[in-house]
């Protein structure tokens, strides 16, 4: 292959790198506003969700409690409720830690993966 292929070629790839380049910003801002608003979205529902559901089993539990005030089951029940709490305390640490994170800018990641493939071909 002559030089002159070899300079062309080296150049067509990097006008198509540079006019990569602002489309790569576009698309990342427009990600970073849609992840934005989504975490923001999910984080507003998930704490919402996690005060009302300590409340109402915060109450529960203190009615459970005071049922059994006076009886002769209230040192198991005190320690039953104890007991229920440190369970779902682990199921809910085992839930989490199974979840799969959530997948940001993957739109701007399969974008440089088909531009890289390009490339590789542009260069073979």
Request: aromatic share 10%; hydrophobic share 50%; net charge positive.
């Amino acid at each position: 292959m002559s030089m002159r292929l070899k300079v062309t070629k080296w150049r067509n790839i990097g006008k198509f790198c540079v006019g990569r380049v602002t489309d790569y910003g576009e698309l990342l801002g427009v990600e970073l506003e849609e992840t934005r608003k989504r975490l923001v979205r999910e984080l507003s529902a998930l704490v919402a969700l996690a005060v009302a559901g300590l409340f109402t089993l915060s109450f529960l539990c203190i009615a459970i409690i005071a049922t059994a005030w006076r009886t002769p089951y209230f040192l198991p029940v005190v320690w039953g409720v104890a007991a229920t709490w440190l369970v779902v305390s682990f199921v809910s640490l085992l839930f989490v830690r199974s979840q799969k994170p959530g997948r940001s800018l993957h739109l701007l990641q399969g974008e440089l993966r088909s531009d890289l493939d390009t490339l590789k071909e542009a260069l073979e």
